[in-house]
């Protein structure tokens, strides 16, 4: 094939669309053109974002929303001058996408709907990137919001792809929305006897002394409840960097241990009873007075032996194997 042949196929006319003739040589030029229009829609969104927001003082969600819009706007404004100036008419192209509207619109109401959600999302600005959220059983940060999806990456180091449709469509706890500010809430239960008085005071001094809780407000310890476990203390603390709540929790756990320890009250603990009836005839008449089945029985004999023998003799003990 020389080049006079090479030159006709790609000029030669495919179909007409309107007053235009669509040609292979004609497609590769739109289709290079739309490519161009994209990939300086993106870096103009990049530079935006990195150099030019940043003098404004404005906080990451907002420099990414306002660079999202306007690098949305400059696309579908390259796109229309693209299409107009190779020739072709929107008349044509309007007849074209409605009779393929119905039939297409179908299939793409998942797709239109993650659209309209994303433009709700970046319009409003309730949520933002850098935001630590909660949403549904995910916690995590933020890292892109783009049109169709968002981006959340979790403290494990995963990134998560939600649908925008989803976020808007269902509850979602902000925890840094007006401020990082948070309170974490830690629960514990010493054993029956305890003095609450002492075990207050090893909370708040626990509480004090991490430097991430803020005095105000103050920690608080709250006696929930009396359990049957044990009393059912819950510490609140403020911290003003939310977003390491689980550290926070954990160094306040071993503190907290380390003081009960130190004064000698003990955490509750979950203790099984079990009770032996004595053996009133034989022990015939222990196994059908006995409130435990044979199976458990044999079972138990197994795990303690003698003492196991031993014990309807014995009378009523209670203990563990």
């Not at 979790?154 to 808007?168: D, H, L, M, R, W």
Request: some cysteine.
């Amino acid at each position: 094939m020389n080049l006079d042949q090479l030159q006709r196929l790609f000029t030669a006319p495919l179909f007409p669309l309107g007053r235009q003739n669509l040609s292979l040589l004609w497609i590769l030029e739109v289709l290079l053109l739309l490519l161009a229009v994209s990939l300086a829609a993106r870096w103009l969104k990049r530079l935006l974002t990195g150099r030019v927001l940043q003098w404004f003082a404005l906080q990451q969600g907002r420099r990414e929303a306002i660079a999202t819009l306007v690098s949305l706007g400059i696309a579908a404004l390259g796109y229309v001058v693209v299409i107009q100036g190779m020739g072709l008419d929107f008349g044509a192209l309007a007849v074209l996408f409605g009779a393929l509207g119905v039939g297409v619109g179908f299939g793409l109401q998942d797709l239109t709907r993650n659209l309209s959600s994303g433009l709700t999302l970046l319009m409003e600005g309730k949520l933002k990137v850098g935001d630590l959220i909660e949403f549904g059983s995910t916690t995590g940060t933020i890292r892109e919001i783009s049109i169709r999806s968002t981006v959340i990456r979790t403290f494990q180091g995963a990134e998560i792809v939600v649908p925008n449709s989803a976020i808007t469509n269902g509850p979602v706890k902000n925890l840094s929305y007006l401020s990082c500010d948070g309170r974490v809430d830690v629960a514990v239960t010493v054993a029956h006897g305890s003095d609450p008085l002492a075990v207050t005071e090893v909370l708040l001094e626990a509480a004090l002394a991490e430097p991430t809780v803020l005095a105000d407000p103050p920690p608080k310890v709250l006696l929930h409840g009396l359990g049957e476990q044990g009393l059912q203390f819950e510490l609140w603390v403020w911290t003003s960097a939310i977003h390491a709540g689980l550290s926070l929790r954990s160094s306040l756990n071993y503190a907290i241990e380390h003081g009960l320890r130190e004064r000698g009250l003990a955490l509750a603990g979950a203790w099984q009873q079990i009770q032996l009836l004595p053996a009133k005839h034989g022990a015939e008449g222990a196994a059908a007075n006995s409130p435990i089945s044979p199976a458990s029985a044999a079972w138990i004999s197994a795990a303690c032996g003698s003492w196991w023998a031993a014990a309807p003799a014995a009378g009523c003990r209670r203990g563990r194997c």
